[in-house]
């Protein structure tokens, strides 16, 4: 199928995208396109307005922000896997684990956070490094914890007349560790389940979520206190098997075990 006819404005600056988006109902965003093409050819979506964002100069780049990495929200998967970020080896990757090198050269950031597939890897992984969302809408710029950010399946906190600008990620310490792990029925495909760890002790800092939910990534607060205290001792099967029962009750068995399995590997990352 084709997409249906829409207008189409590539915005010289920020501001000028924002008073577009703005403008009436009926615009989406272009970044990398990789979800939105697709929609868009199967009249999934069908916006009045195209806005084309991908080439605005101050999306685009990755930037030292004191103890943080802030990244441009049309930056795209691949130059995040070709990055050299100290304290962001956790970001380089999980980039380099997305999908396939020619959608990582297109798909953005961004894009994915406001997408919000359950399935993808930023929404995990950007709440297990305790990550914030910047957005810019009409009424300026505002911030949102990105363990917060999507709310559930396809939806998010983000307005429709606002737009990612970029995304702080906390750098970690040289003592951090960190563990991601996905299970895909085959290289590329999105995962049936999946998880993150981030433990950094000179930060006084451990998560650990779990994504490919039916909604948005979770918690699991009880494990998590037992990594702290215990370390590599707190990560059994059962201690696992547990805390997924006590945050997601709403579990089957197949769910749990392939949750487990995938908390249990990314533990094995965290303290190899």
Request: charged fraction near 20%.
């Amino acid at each position: 199928m084709k997409a249906a006819a829409f207008e189409y404005v590539r915005p010289r600056d920020l501001a000028e995208a924002v008073r577009a988006l703005g403008a009436g109902s009926g615009a989406k965003l272009l970044a990398g396109g990789q979800s939105l093409g697709p929609m868009l050819n199967l009249r999934l979506a069908r916006p009045r307005l195209l806005i084309d964002i991908a080439r605005l100069d101050v999306l685009r780049r990755i930037d030292h922000a004191g103890d943080a990495w802030r990244v441009g929200g049309a930056v795209t998967h691949a130059e995040i896997e070709d990055a050299t970020l100290p304290g962001g080896a956790m970001l380089v990757a999980v980039a380099g684990g997305i999908a396939y090198r020619a959608v990582r050269n297109r798909g953005t950031i961004g894009g994915s956070l406001a997408h919000a597939d359950p399935a993808a890897d930023w929404p995990l992984a950007l709440a297990a490094l305790d990550a914030t969302v910047v957005v810019r809408g009409p009424a300026g710029e505002r911030r949102v914890a990105a363990d917060r950010f999507m709310t559930a399946a396809f939806t998010t906190a983000l307005g429709d007349d606002e737009i990612v600008e970029a995304v702080l990620v906390p750098k970690l310490s040289a003592a951090a560790r960190f563990g991601y792990f996905k299970f895909c029925r085959k290289t590329g495909e999105f995962p049936e389940a999946s998880a993150a760890v981030v433990l950094d002790p000179a930060r006084r800092v451990a998560r650990l979520f779990v994504g490919a939910l039916s909604g948005a990534p979770q918690p699991l607060p009880a494990l998590t206190s037992h990594l702290a205290e215990r370390g590599a001792g707190a990560a059994t099967p059962d201690a696992i098997a547990a805390a997924l029962t006590a945050a997601l009750p709403g579990l089957d068995a197949v769910e749990r075990r392939m949750q487990g399995g995938a908390v249990l590997r990314a533990l094995k990352q965290v303290f190899a």
